[in-house]
């Protein structure tokens, strides 16, 4: 997201309105084998593993750790397929 600076009004009215809605329980969540995947209006994409650990945004987690969780786990990648991520 682009620092409120540089955001337009009609850009950060509409930010303002994602995370009203995701305030509100607005999400999609899909199964892919035994990972749950929840899709937020914001863009954040929560994954719940096989384990119990849930990655509540798997934007901050290091890119070489989510490709190897795609090599461990191949139905990460179908979940990332599905978010638009992939």
């Known amino acids: ?3 409120e600076v540089s955001r337009s009004l009609d850009s950060h009215l ?4 994602r995370r009203r809605a ?3 329980g607005d999400c999609v969540t899909r199964q892919f084998g035994e990972l749950t995947l929840t899709r937020y209006p914001t863009g ?5 593993f096989p ?4 990655e ?3 934007a901050k987690t290091e890119p070489a750790h989510v490709h190897n969780l ?5 139905e990460l990648k179908e ?8």
């Open 22 to 24: 995701e305030r509100a």
């Open 1 to 3: 997201m682009a620092p």
């Open 44 to 48: 954040r994409l929560e994954v719940l």
């Open 51 to 54: 384990d119990g650990y849930r």
């Open 56 to 58: 509540h945004d798997l």
């Open 70 to 74: 795609m090599e461990m786990l191949p």
């Open 79 to 86: 979940g990332l397929v599905w978010a638009g991520w992939y």
């Open 14 to 17: 509409d930010l303002l309105a």
